[in-house]
C-alpha cells in the first residue's frame, strides 16, 4: 500500500512476490519504478529493472499527484483499476503496464494508461473498459500499444489511442 508521503520505490523491483493487490492512495505522489530515459544530472538510458515485478495480482490507482506506476504481472492473472492518477512524464503515461493473461482487465476511469507502450513491451489484456468521471471527453487518456492483446474494448468515455 503507497499511502503518503513521496518515497519513491525505485530499485530492486524484481520480486517473487503472487497475487497481491497494491493500492496506490490519493496522499502518495512518489513513483513506483524508473522511466526509460533517466534524466538526472547527466541523462542516459536506463540499465536497471523499470518495472515492479509481480506475479499477478490487482493495481488500483487513485493518486492525481503520481506521475509514474510502471507494473510488469508476467504472464499471469491481471486486474488494473485506474481511478485517478497524474499525466506521466517523458511524453509517456502515468500508469505502464506490462503482462497480462487470458482473463486479465482493466477499468480506466480517470488517469492515463499505456499498456505496452513502448515497441519492444508485450501485455495480454483481454478487456479493457474506459470510463470517465466528470469530463466524458478527457478524464481517461488510454494508450495500447503494439503489443497489447485487446480483445473487447467498452468506452464510454475518455480518448483511446
Request: with cysteine.
Amino acid at each position: 500500500m503507497f499511502d503518503s508521503g513521496s518515497i519513491a520505490c525505485c530499485y530492486g523491483l524484481s520480486t517473487v512476490l503472487t497475487g497481491l493487490t497494491i493500492n496506490v492512495n490519493p496522499g502518495y505522489s512518489g513513483q513506483i519504478g524508473l522511466p526509460d530515459r533517466n534524466t538526472d544530472a547527466t541523462p542516459y538510458q536506463e540499465y536497471r529493472t523499470s518495472s515492479l515485478v509481480i506475479d499477478g495480482g490487482t493495481i488500483v490507482v487513485d493518486a492525481p499527484q503520481v506521475n509514474l506506476v510502471r507494473v510488469n504481472f508476467g504472464s499471469t492473472l491481471a486486474v488494473v483499476r485506474e481511478l485517478n492518477s497524474g499525466a506521466g512524464i517523458n511524453s509517456a503515461p502515468a500508469v505502464l503496464i506490462t503482462g497480462g493473461a487470458a482473463s486479465s482487465e482493466a477499468d480506466i476511469t480517470k488517469g492515463s494508461c499505456g499498456f505496452a507502450f513502448y515497441a519492444t513491451e508485450t501485455a495480454n489484456f483481454p478487456t479493457v473498459k474506459i470510463g470517465y468521471v466528470s469530463n466524458q471527453a478527457s478524464d481517461a487518456i488510454v494508450t495500447l500499444g503494439v503489443g497489447c492483446t485487446v480483445t473487447a474494448i467498452s468506452k464510454a468515455g475518455g480518448v483511446l489511442a
